[in-house]
Nanobody
Framework: QVQLVESGGGLVEPGGSLSLSCAAS????????IGWFRQAPGQEREGVAVIQHNDGKTYYSDSVAGRFTISRGNAGNTVYLHMKYLKPEDTAVYYC????????????????????????WGKGTLVTVSS
C-alpha cells in the first residue's frame, strides 16, 4: 500500500523560498510518476512538478518552471519541492501524489492530464504566500 505524507508548508512572504517534503512508502519498482500538485480555492487541482521514475525525467508546469525544483532523496523514498521567488498566486494546498502509469504518459498527454490518472494522494500541506 502506497502512503504519502507531506510536510513543510507554511506562510512565506512574496519573493521568499520554501521547501516541501513528501515521505513515500510502499512504492513499487515498476513504471510510475511521483510528484507535486496544488489546488487553490475555487480552482481545479493542477500539476506542479513530477518525476518519471524510470529515467528520472522531470516535468514542470509553465507557471513554476525556473522557480521550483523537484528532487528525490538518495533512497528514493522522499520527494522534495524546492520553491523560490514565490508569488501570491502560488498560494494553495500542495499535494504529493503517485501513479503507476507507463513511461511516456506525460510526453504524450501533458502534465495537465496526470491528476486524473494518479492513484494515491497525500493529505496536502498549505502554502500561503502573503505579506
Amino acid at each position: 500500500q502506497v502512503q504519502l505524507v507531506e510536510s513543510g508548508g507554511g506562510l512565506v512572504e512574496p519573493g521568499g523560498s520554501l521547501s516541501l517534503s513528501c515521505a513515500a512508502s510502499g512504492l513499487p519498482p515498476d513504471s510510475y510518476y511521483i510528484g507535486w500538485f496544488r489546488q487553490a480555492p475555487g480552482q481545479e487541482r493542477e500539476g506542479v512538478a513530477v518525476i518519471q521514475h524510470n529515467d528520472g525525467k522531470t516535468y514542470y508546469s509553465d507557471s513554476v518552471a525556473g522557480r521550483f525544483t523537484i528532487s528525490r532523496g538518495n533512497a528514493g523514498n522522499t520527494v522534495y519541492l524546492h520553491m523560490k521567488y514565490l508569488k501570491p498566486e502560488d498560494t494553495a494546498v500542495y499535494y504529493c501524489s503517485f501513479g503507476a502509469i507507463r513511461m511516456g504518459y506525460v510526453d504524450d498527454f501533458g502534465l495537465e492530464a496526470l491528476p486524473k490518472a494518479l492513484n494515491y494522494w497525500g493529505k496536502g500541506t498549505l502554502v500561503t504566500v502573503s505579506s
